[in-house]
């Protein structure tokens, strides 16, 4: 892969990680927390 | 063998409505272990009273197949709220809340070691006219304890099926699932004859809560009965207030009260008392073992003045020597393997930036923090131990003494505990304290409990600090214990601080419930620990994976012109100019721009500052190798030639983190349990303002002698 194209393709993959990144905190934002990460219920368990 | 009448199969059809279960008991009576054998689910247990603060659902099914929703909700007393958890419990069982259905049938779990205690709930429950089941659980600890229950007794007394069970161990939930299955639950026979001066108050109470509040009319006597016996002062988000006529005969019924000087509230909870009394005495049959149990006999020691802190000392010390010999092979294979990775693609891929991102971002950024596994798992096995045998408790009585010079109490201790793993659970766990401004200091104090999130940042600035591997391991222990003590006793003394100026007020006498000790549930243990290295290693493929790459791209754009050296390239770049923007701030601290790219990153998250190390630092590698980061530190150098993570700076970015507030997630709590802004934003200030103030001392003040 030539270094030009190898720099679009690492590009692409900032820009969808970014726009997860945004999406993720977005969605926290209705439901503020650890995302389960530390030790709060699982996401099977409704609040 | 035939089966009792309330557990054989019903003639009547299965409901065709899903049917709600309300699970209700006292605290640490084992409800959400009840829950979890019901539903299947994973609710958090532990042997300590407080682990559930919310309510939580899940499914569980009848004997038909058809699906049950079970509601466990937090432990309770009694229907008198006097913390925000307890009355999450009092408003579902009253219909108050909004978002919850009021339950059609309630599951009431007592522990069979404390019954007459636990039946005051029992008996306020009953009084709301649904069909309960009653679940006697710890059926085994009663027995070894010499306690015989005579529970066709209690059947036949309180009218309502009576199953026996040890939820830990499965046993009794075969009968509890037919109970539960039945169509046709009796309605409790229990009788409760009220004072006959206060029956007006409650005829006319539960008439206005019937007509202007929408209440069932048993449910309206018995939160008539509620309301004059309790001061209703705990309300929660969520839950419907009275209305207003209900609420004035309720206010004249006490001023009444107040002018007759007769305590009627009193005389009705003497009454229920009475009741309980008699049916105890029926039912109970004690043992003849008299002496110190094995639970007091080790309470003699580990609650000593003395010998409790040694106990808390050594218990310590296990910890942290287990994190630094235990973990050591497994984190040198992991710290090969994502090496062997790096260089791995290296060789396979030519020069470029999608290369330079996938291991200078990807591989340096997650690498550097997944090596840290097998310490998080130590830090959880310990937790869980402490958690499943009761010890938690014991540690919060200890702490009593030493919290009440604070203004606190030992009640405000377990959210600390709890904190030790991260500060959510633990801010969350608050709900138990009953006063709102102990609650509120709790809260504000309870970041500085070092979190496993600052456990990575600590090893990693330990390892560049002394990596002299003849150092003593007790001197590692030594720095890490320290850390851990700076965050406790900085707690304490802002929680003396604040109780003196911002949230004055006296502080209140505690009140805590020593759980008996349990064997360890090693495969409880062992599940809480799988589901904690899952969790840490999804956070390191997600969040920190994200910030890795984004980070790369940082460091690596604007491109310097060709030929520039690698470090030029870094300092030149997005991060780089955002690192140097933030220089002067933490120049004083002997921190250079590219720990400033750190501190920045690592509000999201503490661990956030190890990946983001590995990106800078192996980003400004000349060499072609992916390091290993603890070398790539120890090489990083000023400018002039010194350098950079000298022994002075490593403890003074100790010392930063153990103060500083880095967790967007714990704001975020922050914010929704005190239902402001002004408290998470006060939170970061004073916080992250002292980190900095001490850091400053440390750092200057060891420069000044000669480090």
Sequence with gaps: MSPELQSIVALIVVVVTVALLVARGWKKRRNPGCGGGCACPTEKLKR | MALPAHISASPVAAPSRTLVYALVGNPNCGKSTLFNALTGLKQKVGNYPGVTVEKKVGTAYSQHGQPITVVDLPGAYSLAARSPDEAVTRDVLLGRRADTPQPDRILCIVDATNLERNLYLVHQILDLGRPVILVLNMMDVAAASGLTIRLARLEHELGIPVIACEAVNGKGIIDLKLAMSRADLPLSRHAWDIPAA????????????????????????????????????????????????????????QQRWARDGTDWAGTLVSS??????????????????????????????????????????????????????????????????????????????????????????????????????????????????????????????????????????????????????CAIPGIMATRTIEDHKDRLVTILIAPLMSCSARLPVYLLMIAALVPDDRVPTMTKVGIMLLMYALGTFGAFGFAWLFKRTLLKGEPPAMIMELPPYRRPNLIEVARHMLERAWLFLRRAGTVILGISIVLWFLSAYPKAPDGTPPSQQVAQSFAGQAGRAIEPLIRPLGFDWQIGIGLITSFAAREVFVSTMGVVFNASADDDDTEPLRKALLDAKWPDGRPLFTPLVCFTLMIFYVFAMQCVSTLAVVRRETNSWKWPLFQVGYLTGTAWLISLLVYQGGRALGF
């Design chain 2, 198 to 253: 206060i029956a007006p108050a409650v005829a006319e109470l539960q008439a206005s809560l019937t007509s202007s509040d929408g209440k069932a009319p048993l449910i309206a006597r018995a939160e008539a009965l509620l309301l004059l016996t309790d001061q209703d002062s705990v309300r929660v988000a969520g839950s419907r207030p009275l209305s207003a006529r209900t609420a004035e005969i309720l206010r004249s019924w």
């Design chain 2, 272 to 421: 229920r008392y009475d009741v309980i009394g008699r049916i105890s005495g029926d039912v109970l049959q004690a043992g003849t073992a008299t002496g110190a149990s094995i639970s007091d006999r080790i309470d003699g020691v580990v609650t000593h003045p003395v010998w409790g802190w040694v106990t808390l000392g050594a218990l310590m010390t296990a910890l942290f020597m287990s994190i630094f010999t235990l973990a050591e092979y497994p984190m040198n294979f992991i710290d090969s393997q994502v090496a062997a990775l790096g260089e791995w693609v290296k060789a396979s891929m030519p020069d470029g930036d999608l290369r330079d991102l996938i291991t200078d971002g990807a591989i340096g950024g997650v690498g550097g923090v997944v090596i840290f596994l097998p310490q998080i798992l130590i830090l959880f096995f310990f937790i869980g131990m402490l958690e499943s045998t009761g010890y938690m408790a014991r540690a919060a009585f200890i702490m009593d003494r030493l919290m009440g010079r604070v203004g606190l109490n030992g009640k405000s201790f377990i959210p600390l505990l709890s904190s030790f793993a």
